[in-house]
Each structure stands twice: as C-alpha cells, then as structure tokens.
C-alpha cells in the first residue's frame, strides 16, 4: 500500500489495482491533481485499508473489476455490507478492461442498487451496458480516454460524494 504525504487538503481516493504500472500511473496522476492516494493491488488489502482508516475513509473508490485474491464486485459488497450502515457512502469509479461483462455488470449493479455515484471506465460496447446504468448516478467513460478526462471525471464523484455525504450527515 503507498499512502501519499498527508500536507495537502485530505481529498482522499482508494485505487484498487493489480497490475502494478497502471495502479502506479493511476496513483501519481492523482497525486499530481491533490488527492490522498491510497493504493492497493486486491480486495483484501482494500478492506484492511479501510478498517485501519475508522472515521477518515476516503470519499471515492476506484476499483479493477478482476484481481488476484478479491474481485471488485466482492469488494463493493463487502464495504455496502460493512460500512453503509454507519453513513459511509463513497462514490465508486468501477475500472474494466476485462472482456467478462457479467463481473463488470454485478459491480455496477451493486453500486446502483446502493444508489452510489458510479463511473464506468471501459472499453467494453455501450449497447453491453444495462440501460438501467444510465441514471443520473451513473457515468460511463470510454477506453480509450485522455488522462485529463479521467481526473476530471474522479474530481466530478468525488465533489458528488461530499455532496452525497453532508446530506446524509
């Protein structure tokens, strides 16, 4: 896990990624916008990183569909199971490069069903995406992408995610 320098306004994100040249491009870009980045290569080292954080979790997830020790549909429904109880909403960025839609679609559906702010980063083809994604919680970004539309797009949920937060709070 890489935490970065805690200096900077906690504009907090958890990235979920096995492979590590992405997670680390993912990480420094991040880093270079202002967020806290918290970086982990499955679900499991995930759910540690959020138990060790108690009340300062981070306000966005982003997280890889197929990883090596936990998936991220596993992921997302063991923090809905866990955390949604006491108030913890983030907004999910759900990134898939696989070509097994339906793990693509269960994290999806989780995160709809949670009504959490979701963003689908993909290059799978939009008619494979359930039209019940398309709600006003719902973004799709589409692989390939500019670096600068994703950073846009995490600023976007992670804005959402306050927004979500101090309603709920």
């Known amino acids: 896990m890489t935490e970065n320098d805690g200096n900077k306004q906690e504009r907090k994100i958890l990235v979920l990624e096995d492979e590590g040249p992405l997670r680390d491009v993912i990480t420094e ?10 970086s982990v290569s ?3 080292e995930g ?3 959020l138990r060790s954080l108690n009340e300062d979790k981070p306000g966005v997830i982003a ?12 992921f997302l429904k063991n923090v809905i199971d866990t955390y949604f109880s006491e108030g913890y ?34 290059g ?14 719902f973004q799709l970004l589409k692989k390939p992408f500019l670096l600068t539309d994703l950073t846009e797009r995490v600023d976007k949920l992670y804005n959402l995610s306050q927004a979500n937060y101090k309603q709920i709070g």
């Open 29 to 38: 870009l991040l880093d270079y916008r202002g967020y806290t980045v918290l």
């Open 42 to 44: 499955d679900g499991l």
């Open 47 to 49: 759910l540690e990183v």
């Open 63 to 74: 997280t890889d569909v197929l990883m090596t020790t936990m998936h991220g549909d596993a």
């Open 89 to 122: 909403h983030p907004a999910v960025l759900v990134m898939s490069g696989t070509p097994d839609i339906e793990q693509t679609k269960s994290a999806l559906r989780l995160a709809h069903e949670m009504n959490l702010t979701a963003l689908l980063a993909t």
């Open 124 to 137: 799978m083809p939009l008619d494979l995406v359930d039209s019940t994604f398309t709600t006003p919680t």
